[in-house]
């Protein structure tokens, strides 16, 4: 059984060096490693072909070996995000306010490392070098635990990222890697909390909430992605066609793809005849209320489950709904709070939208596909969370950092 106790030992003794490490520092390591990246690519792709065919055979569902395939064109999306993350500023050491009291103390906050963290993710390799390069760009050493299923292309994907750290000087151990796949190896890195500080967990919402309840860490929540796209009354309806078509069909197994419709009673009869057969066309299944079956008569109906269910697949349920009131109404209800999107021709309207509907990104006549920290400008993504504490929405370099007091005086003592 593999050591889970000391690989989190090692990444909070790595983490003390990267604490102090310039960004220079930082970004020659990721130079370098955007230069092995490409120049390992095929031996990395060959890793990659082993745990797809093993993948395959197992019967995994389209949508998961879509997530773990790693292809020519994700690698350059891989080695595009090492070159953003280079060009972003370095948030360590950042005052992010200052001020004098009366008794002449000087008071900042400066952005500072949360230290070691802990990251157990399924199925999609990118994320090795994705939370690598951020964790690492934001001062954290990082422990990572991937899913079984992408064991040697991310075995692969660590072996890059730790050439590139003893290249560049700095301590191999800023990266970790747990490659059991025995699943009691996640358990014991749950209580590894004399060590590491945080765990992002990215991966079903059963998972998440296994790890949730099991960690002794804390931990930023990732959750699933039951997104929506209103269709107001005012909508120009060749606009609205066009995103839900990109934000349901483009790629169906992100937690960004929209999974429900709803669509003001108004324009029903008008856009949902249109809209469906452009969606079917794509080979989409559609599943309605009754309302919407009325339009729509050779869809299936929709049950009280499927308006909660994430479907990560070519798949989407429909709604018509009396009023923006009921669509928001409705998402906050069914909704997973990640994305959601309106189209509308009225200003009023989309600001009502934006103000009351209770997600980490809420949008106006765009797709909700956009939510993505490389979309943000963030460089990549350690993964979008959906709650309140310490993070919402795509977790970028900022995020992967905390705060501390920073307090100047000249002598002063308290009375």
Known sequence: MINVQQKAADVREASRILYSATTEKKNLFLRKLAHYLKDQRRNIMIANRQDMEAAQEAGLSKVL????????????????????????????????????????????????????????????????????????????????????????????LVSVLKVALEKTGLPASCVEFIDSPDRTA?????????????????????????????????????????CHVFIDKSANLTMAEEIVFNAKVQRPSVCNATEKLLVHKSIAKKFLPRIAKRLQEAHV??????????????????????????????????????????????????????????????????????????????????????????????GAEIGISTQKLHARGPMGLEELTCTKFIVRGKGQIRK
């Open 186 to 226: 996640v358990t014991e890195m749950l209580k590894q909390d004399k060590y590491l500080d945080v765990i992002i967990p990215r991966g079903s919402q059963s998972f998440i909430r296994f790890v949730a309840e099991n960690s002794t860490i804390p931990v930023i929540m990732h959750g699933e992605g039951n």
């Open 285 to 378: 299944e559609l599943r309605g209320d009754d309302y919407a079956r009325s339009i729509l008569p050779s869809i299936l109906p929709a049950t009280e489950e499927d308006w909660y269910r994430e479907y990560l697949d070519l798949k989407i349920a429909v709604k018509v709904v009396s009023s923006v009131e009921e669509a928001i109404q409705h998402i906050n209800k069914y909704g997973s709070h990640h994305s959601d999107a309106i189209v509308t021709g009225t200003k009023s309207v989309g600001d009502k939208f934006l103000r009351e509907v209770d997600s980490a990104a809420v949008y106006v006549n765009a797709s909700t596909r956009f939510t993505d920290g490389y979309e943000f400008g963030m």
């Open 65 to 156: 070996l879509d997530r773990l395939l790693l292809n020519e064109e994700r690698i350059e999306q891989m080695i595009a995000g090492v070159h953003a993350v280079i060009a972003l500023p370095d948030p360590v050491g950042k005052i992010v306010s200052r001020k004098k009291r009366p008794n002449g103390l000087i008071i900042e906050r400066m952005r500072v490392p949360l230290g070691a963290v802990g990251i157990i993710y399924e199925a999609r390799p990118n994320v090795t070098i994705d939370a690598s390069i951020l964790c690492l760009k934001a001062g954290n050493a990082v422990l990572l635990r991937g899913g079984s299923e992408a064991l040697c292309t991310n075995a692969a």
